[in-house]
C-alpha cells in the first residue's frame, strides 16, 4: 500500500474546501440581496415574531418530518444524533420562498418572498465510534409590521387630525455547533450547543396631517437580543426482520433567558402632508438593560418504519412551552406550540439505475399545527377573547441525484392555511417553496493506492 504525499492530501482538502466555500458565498450573496425584501405580517409583533421551520429542504417534502432522520450521506440539525449516522462529508443549504395571502373579512393581500434557508456542514469524524459533528447557521422568525392610526387632537382652539405611524422590523436567526456518538449499535446521543440572537427596529413617527406648525416626533427603538443554550437527541434503530427497519428519535431543548438590550432615539421634525418634510434636532438618545426574556423547553420525538435505501414512513410530534414565555411586555400571553407531522419517502430504483426517474426520491407530507400566537378577537366585547390559529398543511418533493456524484439537488413545496376568515381574525393561506443543493464528498480520511 503506498499512501498519498501529505502534499497531495492538502491540495484535495483545499479544492473541496474552495468548492464549499464558493458554494456557499453564492448563496450567501444572493441570502444579502434578499433581505432587503418588504416582509410584512400583522401578527409578527406577537412573541418573537412569526416562525421559520427549522428543517432542512430534503425534509420539507415530508411537510418537515426531520427527528428520526437516518442516512449516511445527510442529516437533520433537528436532532443531533443524526450525524453519528455519516460516513461522508455534507454541506448543505437552502433558499426559500413564500407566497401567502392575507384576509380578514372582505378584505385580502396576497404577496411573496425569497429568502435564505439555511447553511448546514456535517461530516463524521470517527466512523468506527459513530462520532460526527455538524455546524451552521438557521434563521428562527421573521418580524414585520406596518401600522398607521389616525385621532382628532383637540389642542388650543383647533382640531388637529394626528397621525400615529408605527413600524417594526427584524428577526432571530441561530448559529450552532453539534456532535454526537454512538453509545451502542443501535443507540446514538448528541447535543447542539448554539447561539441565539436577534434584533428588532421599531420606528413610532407621530405628526399632524397638513400642518406644518407643529413639529412631530419621530422615536426609534433599536431592541438587541443574544443567548446561549442546548439541544438535546437521541436516535434508536433497530432490524425487526430481513427488509423491515423501526426507528424511533426524541429532542429535548432546555429553557434560556435571552439578554435584551434597548437603544433609544427621540427626533423632531417638520411635517407636511402626511409625510417628513426636513428632520429637526435629536431631542435625546438612551440605552436600556431590559428585563430578560424567558424562552421556554421545547420537546419533540417520532418513530418510523423503512427500508434502508428504498421506502420510509413516520409520525413525528412536537411541543414547544410557549405558554410559560415572559417577556417585558408583562401583558403578552401565547400558547403551547403543538405539531403532528406524517412523513413519507419513496425511491423507485438504485443508485445506478439506468432510469433516472428511478433514482430520484419522492416525498410526501401531512402537518397539522396549533401556533403559538394569541390573537384577540370579538374586540367589541369586553372582556376581549382570544383564538390559537390552527395550522394545516400538505407537502411533495423530490431529491435529484447528480449524475456520477452522490450530491443531489433537493425540492419542497408546502400548501398550507393558518386561522379561520372572520371579522376580527386574519386568515393566511401559503405556498412554501424550498431550492436544496446537498454536497457530499470525503474529508479528512487519507486515500491509498493498492
Known amino acids: 500500500m503506498i499512501n498519498f504525499c501529505s502534499r497531495g492530501l492538502i491540495k484535495y482538502f483545499y479544492l473541496m474546501y474552495r468548492k464549499t466555500i464558493v458554494l456557499f458565498s453564492v448563496f450567501l450573496t444572493v441570502a444579502f440581496a434578499l433581505k432587503a425584501q418588504n416582509y410584512k405580517h400583522p401578527y409578527s409583533h406577537l412573541g418573537i415574531g412569526i416562525l421559520e421551520d427549522q428543517h432542512f429542504a430534503a425534509n420539507s417534502g415530508m411537510a418537515g418530518f426531520s427527528i428520526v432522520q437516518k442516512s ?44 435564505f434557508g439555511y447553511f448546514a456542514l456535517g461530516f463524521p469524524i470517527s ?111 433497530t432490524t425487526l426482520s430481513k427488509d423491515i ?110 432510469s433516472y426517474y428511478k433514482r430520484m426520491t419522492y416525498r410526501f407530507g401531512i402537518k397539522y399545527a396549533f401556533s403559538y400566537l394569541n390573537v384577540p378577537k370579538d374586540l367589541d366585547q369586553f372582556p376581549v377573547s382570544f383564538y390559537n390559529p390552527i395550522k394545516t398543511g400538505i407537502a411533495i418533493g423530490a431529491e435529484l441525484p447528480i449524475t456520477r456524484s452522490l450530491s443531489a439537488l433537493n425540492t419542497g413545496i408546502e400548501f398550507g392555511k393558518i386561522g379561520l376568515l372572520e371579522d376580527d381574525i386574519i386568515r393566511e393561506l401559503y405556498v412554501n417553496i424550498y431550492l436544496g443543493f446537498r454536497l457530499n464528498d470525503i474529508w479528512f480520511n487519507k486515500r491509498k493506492i493498492d
Open 72 to 115: 449516511d450521506r445527510s442529516f437533520s440539525s433537528t436532532n443531533p444524533a443524526s450525524y453519528s449516522h455519516l460516513l461522508f462529508t455534507t454541506f448543505d443549504v437552502a433558499l426559500k420562498g413564500r407566497i401567502y395571502n392575507l384576509a380578514q373579512g372582505d378584505s385580502g393581500l396576497t404577496t411573496n418572498l425569497i429568502s
Open 245 to 354: 427497519k423501526f426507528g424511533m428519535g426524541a429532542t429535548y431543548s432546555l429553557p434560556v433567558s435571552l439578554k435584551v438590550l434597548r437603544e433609544n432615539e427621540f427626533v423632531t421634525f417638520i411635517n407636511y402632508g402626511s409625510g417628513i418634510y426636513n428632520y429637526k434636532d435629536t431631542l435625546f438618545t438612551s440605552s436600556d438593560d431590559l428585563a430578560d426574556m424567558e424562552i421556554p423547553k421545547k420537546l419533540a420525538a417520532g418513530l418510523s418504519l423503512y427500508q434502508t435505501g428504498k421506502w420510509m414512513a413516520g409520525l413525528e410530534y412536537q411541543y414547544e412551552e410557549w405558554s410559560k414565555f415572559l417577556h417585558h411586555d408583562t401583558s403578552l400571553k401565547l400558547s403551547n406550540y403543538q405539531q403532528f407531522n406524517f412523513g413519507f419517502e419513496f425511491t423507485p430504483g438504485k443508485m445506478d439505475d439506468p
Open 127 to 237: 466512523t468506527k465510534y459513530g462520532w460526527g459533528a455538524s455546524f451552521g447557521l438557521l434563521p428562527v422568525s421573521r418580524i414585520g409590521y406596518h401600522s398607521v392610526i389616525q385621532a382628532d387632537d383637540l389642542i388650543l382652539p383647533d382640531s388637529l387630525l394626528k397621525t400615529d405611524d408605527f413600524e417594526k422590523n427584524g428577526g432571530f436567526n441561530k448559529a450552532y455547533l453539534g456532535t454526537s456518538i454512538k453509545l451502542f449499535k443501535n443507540l446514538s446521543v448528541g447535543a447542539n450547543f448554539y447561539y441565539l440572537f436577534g434584533n428588532t427596529q421599531l420606528n413610532h413617527k407621530m405628526f399632524f396631517e397638513n400642518n406644518s406648525d407643529f413639529f412631530g416626533v419621530s422615536t426609534e427603538y433599536n431592541t438587541y437580543f443574544a443567548t446561549t443554550g442546548i439541544d438535546f437527541g437521541a436516535q434508536f434503530h
